[in-house]
């Protein structure tokens, strides 16, 4: 199955502590990106890399960190969560050079800080 | 900076009826417009999108129209479905930045 996986599906943590999330593309794209997802639907863009290299990197504290092993893998590391990073962070790859339509989501990580 | 403005915040129409939902950008620079549905629970998922060179694309119920002058674009849904009731996202591509700005989304509720 070609697809965005992204571990684990849900988190629950205490303010303070560390949390990382797992993403993987299996669709053979070269970019990839963490969206945070808030409590409104608000979809805002964190980071998005390609290559395995940075290339976007929104005002985002700097408690986050994204990190990558190679370009099918993007994870994110949150040290010292805060009550506001409840969310639901989303990842996505797709084709730097590709058609635009093959930016695909996955099913998400959604993160309850208490 | 709010680049990708999206209207209205809620719409609930009637089974049949047209809805239609609006965005507008600032950036010149975009050069893909697409339009994603979130449903509960799940993540969003691309249901049309358009370019700048074209002022109209149709899927089935689905049509962007788009207006480059006025930096506009929106989303009319047919004979709307209680099936369609869902989160709706426009968003804009800049290849510059590889990335998609998206849209505060409209929550679209059809009734029966």
């Known amino acids: 199955e070609t697809a965005v996986f992204q571990t684990p599906n849900y988190h629950v943590t205490q303010v303070g502590n560390e949390v990382s999330f797992n993403c993987k593309q299996t669709?053979?794209?070269?970019?990839m990106y963490w969206y945070k997802q808030d409590s409104k639907k608000l979809l805002k863009i964190m980071f998005s890399y390609n290559n395995k290299q940075l290339i976007v990197n929104e005002t985002v504290p700097r408690r986050f960190s994204p990190q990558s092993s190679d370009k099918a893998h993007l994870n994110l590391r949150i040290k010292s969560v805060e009550p506001e990073d409840s969310a639901v962070y989303l990842c996505a790859s797709s084709s730097w050079t590709g058609p635009n339509s093959d930016y695909t989501f996955g099913s998400g990580t959604r993160l309850l800080v208490i | 900076q709010q680049q990708v403005r999206q209207s209205p915040q809620s719409l609930t129409v009637w089974e049949g009826e047209t809805a239609i939902l609006n965005c507008s950008y600032e950036?010149?620079?975009?050069?893909?417009f697409p339009w994603y549905h979130q449903f509960p629970g799940e993540s969003p998922a691309l249901l049309i999108a358009?370019?700048?060179?074209?002022n109209k694309k149709e899927d089935g119920r689905f049509t962007i129209f788009f207006n480059k002058r006025e930096k506009k674009f929106s989303l009319h849904i047919a004979d709307s479905q209680p099936g369609d009731s869902a989160t709706y996202f426009c968003a804009a591509h800049n290849n510059a930045g590889a990335k998609l700005t998206f849209g505060g989304g409209t929550r679209l509720t059809v009734r029966p």
């Open positions: 358009i370019r700048p060179v074209s």
């Open positions: 669709l053979g794209h070269d970019t």
């Open positions: 950036d010149s620079t975009f050069d893909y």
